[in-house]
């Protein structure tokens, strides 16, 4: 099993920042291509960014393009998720996602493993 533990959510102002941070542990050696989703109350969740198991390869929705941007130390196995000129309609859970294998896709299904979330606010 691997275990997923998120942090550096909040509450911030529409034009600011957060960095959010996932932490594997248990086997993570299984984690390969990692992700974050987000979902906001009464929608879907919704695929956010992805990094692939190097940190070689990444890819990012079109409405956080230049504006977010991910990446991992694997010696630390650490996730990170820099997050830029937020908005409100940002506003969400974000989770934390690893797949099994080395690179993945956006839809949910292609991930093992989930973290709990961490709830992002961004007041206008």
């Known amino acids: 099993q691997v275990q997923l533990v998120e942090s550096g959510g909040g509450l911030v102002q529409a034009g600011g920042s957060l960095r959010l941070s996932c932490a594997a542990s248990g086997r993570s050696s299984s984690v390969n291509a990692m992700a974050w989703f987000r979902q906001a109350p009464g929608k879907e969740r919704d695929f956010v960014a992805l990094i692939s198991a190097t940190g070689g390869g990444t890819r990012y929705a079109d409405s956080v393009q230049g504006r977010f941007t991910l990446s991992r130390d694997n010696a630390k196995n650490m996730v990170y998720l820099q997050m830029n000129s937020l908005k409100p309609e940002e506003t969400a859970v974000y989770y934390c996602?690893?797949?099994?294998?080395?690179?993945?896709?956006?839809?949910?299904?292609?991930?093992?493993?989930w973290g709990q979330g961490t709830q992002v606010t961004v007041s206008s």
């Open positions: 996602a690893a797949a099994a294998t080395r690179w993945a896709t956006i839809f949910t299904l292609d991930y093992n493993y």
